[in-house]
């Protein structure tokens, strides 16, 4: 039996952070080694993975400031001994065979990812995102189709419902201080990968609480920009003409927000400035290749920041 490493960042989730361990320690597939990482908990957290890891030896317990959930997954990681990881955030919780299906559909695919379930504090059942419809194998070109064309970025991106072979990581880590984290590493992760093997199976219950990461007022919408920004290239290199424009097709949006939701900060307009010239960069270059009515009008509408804010908030309330 291979060994698999889950890894569990903490941080004062103390009312939902039982029913997750004892998720993870109730697994059919036993061989496990079970990574906590408390990021700097001040609500009693750490006191609860303490008593889980005096009960169950295949339980690993660290500890650190408060350095954020990258940190924390990068101290999982450093420790982890499994030829598999596996993360699962510390308010969510999982299926009892979902170790044990994703490795017996894996066919030794370097990265396995199931569907997934949202649910509300109280249990129900939450309206779900794009769901994948039938298990299939994925190369790069057809992740980052499904990614920006099916509506699957939340499925493709999310580091909570992959198993990945351990290699995947070697030298490579979660960039500590930034918001969404996920989007930034999956580039290399998947550029790493031989063979991506998807499952329809819904095998993760992704819980949604006003207090995550997710629900927080901050978006980081800058963050995001620089994100899909930093694929640009790589979508060049592979020649990857349709997705390098869904991608570019994101960009402004992402631009917009961040400047309107960073508009009191003192280097708003000299970050917007900054990550503006850089998309124009890669949008020239795909201009002279492939004509686009609609790249050309975000080009210039970018350039007029209060008019576009404006549009998009419009567009928004039209699709609400």
């Known amino acids: 039996m291979k060994l698999i490493t889950v890894i569990i960042p903490v941080y004062n989730v103390k009312s939902y952070l039982s029913k997750c361990i004892e998720s993870v320690k109730k697994q059919s597939y036993k061989n496990l080694e079970i990574i906590l990482v408390d990021d700097g908990s001040d609500d009693g957290s750490f006191s609860i993975c303490k008593e889980f890891s005096k009960k169950d030896s295949r339980i690993k317990l660290y500890r650190t400031e408060n350095l954020g959930l990258s940190h924390a997954r990068n101290v999982g990681l450093d420790h982890a001994s499994g030829e598999y990881i596996v993360f699962v955030d510390s308010d969510d919780y999982i299926y009892e065979d979902m170790v044990k299906t994703m490795i017996s559909k894996s066919e030794n695919a370097d990265l396995v990812i199931c569907n997934y379930e949202k649910i509300s504090d109280s249990n129900e059942k939450v309206p779900q995102d794009a769901k994948l419809l039938k298990d299939d194998i994925w190369n790069f070109k057809q992740f980052w189709e499904r990614y920006y064309f099916d509506g699957l970025n939340v499925f493709c991106c999310v580091a909570w419902n ?41 095998l993760y219950y992704y819980v949604q609480r006003k207090g995550s990461i997710m629900h927080r007022s901050y978006k980081g919408y800058f963050e995001g920009a620089e994100a899909f920004l930093n694929r640009c290239e790589l979508f060049e290199k592979f020649g990857l003409t349709k997705v390098l424009k869904g991608n570019l097709n994101c960009i402004p949006s992402e631009l917009i927000m961040g400047l309107d939701e960073t508009k009191c900060q003192k280097n708003a307009k000299l970050r917007y400035s900054f990550l503006r010239k850089k998309y124009v960069f890669f949008l020239k270059k795909y201009l002279k290749k492939e004509f686009s009515i609609k790249l050309y009008l975000k080009k210039y509408m970018l350039m007029m920041p209060t008019f576009y804010s404006l549009y998009a908030k419009y567009k928004l309330r039209k699709l609400g």
């Open 162 to 202: 992959k198993l990945y072979k351990r290699k995947l990581f070697e030298g490579l880590r979660y960039p500590v201080g930034k918001i969404h984290e996920d989007e930034y590493i999956i580039n290399d992760i998947i550029r790493r990968c031989d063979q991506i093997k998807v499952i329809n199976d819904s």
